[in-house]
Nanobody, 126 residues
């Protein structure tokens, strides 16, 4: 089992950057695939990014590809989401999620994940 806690959210202007962190505790973090999702008010939660256990593979939603970068430091039990050139439409609560895996899988669906953090709010204003 793993517990997840996001941090790094805040209020920024368009084209600014933020780095979210997802700190894990419990079982070794390197056993887990990690995903990032977001939910804007009145909308369903959507996939943002995924990173494999070792951090060697990543995948992104089309809306963030080229602007966001997922990474992880398994020695620090932490995953990151670097968000650059932020847009107003990036405003949402951001969640990290994890699933115990035995392969280098990338998981892009909510239903694939077992553990979730409580979320951190990102607000981008023009």
């Amino acid at each position: 089992q793993v517990q997840l806690e996001e941090s790094g959210g805040g209020s920024v202007a368009t084209r600014d950057s933020l780095r979210l962190a997802c700190a894990a505790s419990g079982r070794p973090f390197s056993d887990y695939a990690v995903g990032w999702f977001r939910q804007a008010p009145g909308k369903q939660r959507e996939f943002v990014a995924a990173i494999s256990r070792a951090g060697t593979r990543t995948d992104y939603a089309a809306s963030v590809r080229g602007r966001f970068t997922a990474s992880r430091d398994n020695a620090k039990n932490t995953a990151y989401l670097q968000m650059n050139v932020l847009r107003t439409e990036d405003t949402a609560a951001y969640y990290c999620a994890a699933r115990l895996t035995v392969t280098g899988a990338l998981l892009v669906y909510e239903k694939d994940y077992t553990y979730w953090g409580q979320g951190t709010q990102v607000t981008v204003s023009s």
